[in-house]
Structure formats: structure tokens, C-alpha cells
């Protein structure tokens, strides 16, 4: 008996999660945290800072409040939003995420295994085409074994995955607008704007 698998779907549950950068998040603090270096760990397993970056780009670049802008200003707003925005999933949102580093352990264990490897290599690849999700190959998906999409299955049933697959998006609206002002501050931008 073949062990029933939704690749697109859990993938995009987990991105759901990931790549909803304007979004509300859970107002519930965690009572601990994870460590700094866990944090770290996990962000760039799940988001690394390149697909944090596009998707700032791509919103400056089909932001209304961005078209004035000349390419110098732009990429200053760029830089300042993509570190904030870095600096507070690393420092805040893993922190909504997990409690600990166990969890953390779990998802880096997970991403070594051959199953892990292509079920996050496909949640990268779907970020980075944005909304265009039908653009992205799920070949290497389909070609794992059924003992391998059982054990990503398995993995992303559990408290750990599914600490990706059920959390809220990552900032809320007043974040952003916050980010978006202290941005147009630094940068000397006559705006008051966020991507």
C-alpha cells in the first residue's frame, strides 16, 4: 500500500507560514526561546536571507510608494528593511515558533535526510517564484520513494513541522509600518511607506 503524500500542499503550508512578510502573527509570547544560534540556524534552514531580500525587493519594486524613487534610494530601503526584518524574525518570530532547541534539532536532523533535503529545496524554489506556484517543478518530489514522502509526511505531522505548517504569518501590519518609517527615515525618504 502506497503511503498517501501532498507535497504541494504541505509545501505550501510551510510557506504559507514563511513568506507572508505583511501578515499577522500570534500576539501569545513564548515563556522561553530557543538560543541565538539555533535561532539563526533555523531561519536560514526555512528563509534564508536572499529569499527574505527578493521578496523585500519585489515589494519596493510594485509598491505605489516606492516608483519615485530613484535606484540609490531604493536599494538603501532595501537594505534597511530586509535587516530589520532579519533581525526581528531571528530575535522574535523563531521565538513564536519554538520554545526551544529541540524542535530546532528536529528540523535541522530533518533537512539531512534525502526527504528533508528535497521537501525544503521545493518550499525554497516556491517562495522564490512568488505567487506563480504552478511554475515550479515537483519532479524531484514525485521521485522520492514511498518510504521517503512517508517519512517527510511523518515529519511534517509531527510538533515540530507542524510548528511551521500551523503558525500564523510572520509580521503585522503596525510592525511594517514601523519598519517602513524608521526605513524612510534613514534612507531621507519623503515617505512614511512600507513594502
Not at 519585489?58 to 530601503?77: I, M, W, Y
Request: hydrophobic share 40%; aromatic share 6%; proline share 6%.
Amino acid at each position: 500500500m502506497k503511503t498517501r503524500f501532498q507535497p504541494k500542499q504541505r509545501a505550501r503550508r510551510g510557506i504559507a507560514a514563511t513568506g507572508g512578510l505583511l501578515l499577522a502573527v500570534s500576539s501569545s509570547l513564548a515563556m522561553a526561546a530557543p538560543s541565538a544560534e539555533k535561532a539563526g540556524q533555523m531561519l536560514n534552514l526555512i528563509m534564508p536571507s536572499d529569499m527574505i531580500r527578493n521578496s523585500i525587493q519585489r515589494s519596493v519594486d510594485e509598491g505605489p510608494a516606492f516608483h519615485n524613487l530613484t535606484a540609490e534610494q531604493k536599494q538603501c530601503a532595501i537594505r534597511s528593511l530586509q535587516s530589520k526584518t532579519e533581525n526581528y524574525m531571528r530575535q522574535e518570530w523563531i521565538g513564536r515558533l519554538f520554545d526551544n532547541d529541540a524542535p530546532i534539532d528536529q528540523w535541522l536532523r530533518f533537512s539531512q535526510t534525502e526527504g528533508g533535503r528535497v521537501f525544503i529545496r521545493y518550499m525554497h524554489d516556491t517562495m522564490r517564484a512568488g505567487s506563480d506556484h504552478a511554475s515550479v517543478s515537483t519532479a524531484a518530489l514525485d521521485a522520492l520513494s514511498d518510504a521517503q514522502k512517508g517519512n517527510v509526511q511523518q515529519f511534517m505531522e509531527s510538533p515540530a513541522g507542524q510548528a511551521i505548517a500551523n503558525n500564523p504569518p510572520i509580521i503585522q501590519p503596525e510592525q511594517a509600518a514601523r519598519f517602513g518609517g524608521d526605513m524612510a527615515k534613514e534612507c531621507g525618504l519623503p515617505l512614511a511607506a512600507s513594502p
